[in-house]
Structures are given as structure tokens and as C-alpha cells.
């Protein structure tokens, strides 16, 4: 994993999709995701957590959701 310019961290494992990865945890409320990069990724987006303090990636399916506390 590497952390982004926001503090919050991306799985950069090569892994195609967000499909059986565990939700990547983080303390920001707006998140980058890159679907991994390399060529399996997709363009870079960012994007907000809902008031639910979770989002998921329309193009990974990757699952973003909010530390507690």
C-alpha cells in the first residue's frame, strides 16, 4: 500500500478491481483511487465519502470507509 497526497492509503498491488480486498480503512472524507495503477488500473478519480462514511469506486469497485473515532 502507498498513501496518497491525502493521507489516506491505496492498494498498489496489482490486483484488477476491488472485488475480494478487504475496504481500505482511512481518516480523510475525500479519497483517490486509482484502481491500483499499472495497466490494470483505471484513471485516477477522486471521491467523497457518503454521510454513511463509506464509498465504493465506479470503475473498481474498490470500497473506501471511514477509521472510527
Given at each position: 500500500?502507498?498513501?496518497?497526497?491525502?493521507?489516506?492509503?491505496?492498494?498498489?498491488d496489482?490486483?484488477?478491481?476491488?472485488?475480494?480486498?478487504?475496504p481500505?480503512?482511512?481518516?480523510?472524507?475525500?479519497?483517490?483511487?486509482?484502481?491500483?495503477?499499472?495497466?490494470?488500473?483505471?484513471p485516477?478519480?477522486?471521491?467523497?465519502?457518503?454521510?454513511?462514511?463509506?464509498?465504493?469506486?465506479?470503475?473498481?469497485?474498490?470500497?473506501?470507509?471511514?477509521?472510527?473515532?
Amino acid at each position: 500500500m502507498t498513501a496518497d497526497n491525502t493521507g489516506s492509503s491505496l492498494d498498489t498491488d496489482g490486483l484488477a478491481g476491488g472485488q475480494g480486498l478487504a475496504p481500505t480503512v482511512t481518516q480523510q472524507s475525500r479519497v483517490a483511487c486509482n484502481g491500483g495503477g499499472g495497466p490494470l488500473g483505471h484513471p485516477q478519480i477522486w471521491l467523497n465519502l457518503g454521510t454513511d462514511g463509506s464509498v465504493t469506486c465506479p470503475y473498481c469497485s474498490r470500497q473506501f470507509v471511514k477509521a472510527e473515532g
